[in-house]
């Protein structure tokens, strides 16, 4: 953060009378300000990476727990692509949301508040200049993010249905074979992989535009600040060293609401994922298969009454059909999804 501004106490002492000691002084404490900034970077981000993995894995073993605790309905109504999907795509999503977004946020912010402080007491009236520029940057983030969140779960949902087809060929590919149907497999996925690119191409076009603003108005805002800047030094109100040490930290603000808007917009792109994820992980089963209670004693006699059984992808056609006739007799009748009878 102090990087810039002994940057331009470097180059008045240089620019005005030599003084060797302020200028030894300057680099010594310009030198000792990198090296911080650079273990401190290092550092951070080797932990951070460890996190994020340790925090990943966690959460990708709690979800497939919760998955085996399901019961048999919920795996008959869900695909298995959209279950392999959410382990091995989303979860990782929301880990890089909780541990990288949120570090970042807190980090950006702090330095954000830092280099107004050091703007402000370099200069006031080009710092309120700077400041003029946030609520365009906001304003062009927030129609970026609306439309990318839109974008981002059209594209997640496209995935998991290609997915689901090459499960569906992998786990049938017995039945695919007997009827011939490789090339129809091969098309319908083609399909799937057509609308996804699609998407995708439509997140980039987005993605260049977004820049494309972005950039402009970074430019647009460079030029009017160096023109007002040659007004105050002309007027002796501020130095050329000053007038670097302000450059720099302006970009270094341009940078940090970038990163700011950039974090909340992909913040709320991760809540989809995050909220398939985390539904889940809190799904209760409905076929609670552990119990605590138990008879005194268990004598071995079991009546079957008007006992029936359907899959939940057919809940109008019974597979299953037990009667009871009677103590020490029971009567089964297991049907075929057919109807017939055996």
Request: charged fraction near 20%; aromatic fraction near 8%.
């Amino acid at each position: 953060m102090f990087i810039p501004f002994y940057t331009g106490r470097v180059i008045d002492i240089v620019a005005a009378r030599f003084r060797p000691d302020e200028f030894s002084s300057a680099l010594l404490l310009l030198g000792l300000f990198s090296l911080g900034s650079s273990l401190g970077a290092g550092g951070r981000g080797g932990v951070l990476m460890c996190a994020i993995s340790s925090f990943t894995c966690r959460m990708k073993v709690q979800l497939f727990e919760a998955l085996t605790r399901q019961d048999i309905g919920f795996f008959e109504t869900t695909k298995t692509g959209d279950i392999t999907s959410r382990l091995s795509r989303d979860t990782p999503l929301v880990g890089r949301a909780v541990c990288l977004n949120v570090n970042v946020l807190l980090r950006t912010s702090v330095g954000t508040l830092g280099v107004l402080g050091l703007m402000a007491g370099l200069s006031w009236r080009l710092s309120l200049l700077v400041l003029m520029e946030a609520p365009v940057i906001v304003l062009i983030q927030n129609l970026h993010d609306t439309h990318h969140q839109r974008l981002s779960l059209a594209v997640q949902d496209s995935t998991a249905r290609a997915a689901v087809v090459v499960n569906e060929v992998v786990s049938g590919i017995r039945a695919v074979r007997s009827f011939n149907a490789e090339k129809h497999e091969a098309r319908r996925y083609d399909d799937h992989l057509t609308d996804t690119q699609v998407l995708k191409t439509r997140q980039r076009s987005l993605k260049a535009v977004y820049l494309l603003a972005q950039r402009l108005t970074g430019l647009a805002m460079k030029v009017i600040m160096l023109y007002y800047s040659r007004l105050l030094i002309q007027s002796g109100q501020m130095t050329t060293g000053n007038l670097v040490s302000f450059l720099l930290y302006q970009s270094d603000l341009g940078k940090n609401f970038r990163t700011l808007t950039f974090i909340f917009g992909d913040m709320l792109n991760s809540v989809g994922a995050a909220g398939k994820v985390f539904e889940y992980l809190d799904r209760k089963p409905e076929v609670c298969m552990e119990g605590t209670l138990q008879p005194d004693q268990l004598t071995g006699h079991v009546i079957f009454h008007e006992l029936n059984f359907a899959y939940p992808t057919s809940p109008n056609k019974a597979v299953l059909q037990v009667s009871s006739g009677g103590q020490g007799e029971r009567s089964r009748n297991v049907k075929r999804s057919t109807g017939e009878s055996y």
